[in-house]
């Protein structure tokens, strides 16, 4: 059982983050995916705090903390697999000196919770080519930056679906040139 106390810290976490940070609580809202009312919950201190996996890990991806800062939060039996471009956005985000709130700002509202989800590792990196670019001129990157992350994007979505990438070897590689082509003549 979460004592009173607890719930009052958690409470007050994202409280002080939405005045810091001067972020409405709608917005914020519509960030992780929940009701305004529902925020509303969140930040009093007399109602239970939030105990939703989901809801807690995309507050925490939000606020740049781990979602285990939060004591109602219980780790999932079910592990996120391993990103390598995942990690690489979030240093570029890093690298840019954006903090996470800062870089879903650069988003229209309706794109943030898919970017929330993509950060926590709850969803693929797009390998939409025009999202992709989205996000690549929001964190500085340049033509071959975008052009690696997509490809590699493309090949794991590719390998996922039943692709042989070695038995397909020559088509694959026409594709990336056309599409290394595409991308740098867009600048």
Not at 16 to 32: C, R, S, T, Y
Not at 64 to 74: A, C, G, L, M
Not at 78 to 85: D, T, V
Not at 140 to 147: P, S, V
Request: proline share 3%; glycine share 2%; aromatic share 8%.
């Amino acid at each position: 059982m979460i004592s009173e106390n607890t719930n009052t810290k958690s409470s007050k976490m994202v409280s002080k983050f939405l005045e810091k940070n001067k972020l409405h609580k709608k917005e914020f809202a519509q960030m992780i995916g929940v009701t305004l009312s529902y925020v509303y919950n969140l930040i009093d201190e007399n109602v239970p705090f939030s105990t939703r996996s989901i809801t807690l890990e995309r507050i925490a991806t939000i606020m740049d903390i781990n979602p285990e800062d939060f004591i109602e939060y219980q780790i999932p039996t079910e592990i996120q697999p391993y990103s390598e471009n995942l990690l690489m956005l979030k240093d570029l985000i890093k690298a840019n000196n954006l903090s996470t709130l800062d870089f879903l700002k650069m988003f229209e509202r309706k794109k943030r919770l898919e970017l929330v989800d993509i950060l926590r590792g709850a969803k693929p990196i797009q390998i939409d080519l025009a999202e992709l670019r989205k996000i690549a001129l929001a964190l500085k990157m340049d033509d071959d930056e975008l052009f690696n992350l997509w490809k590699s994007q493309m090949i794991q979505y590719l390998e996922h679906g039943g692709f042989n990438i070695e038995k397909n070897k020559k088509i694959l590689d026409k594709m990336f040139d056309c599409a290394y082509c595409e991308i740098v003549s867009k600048n």
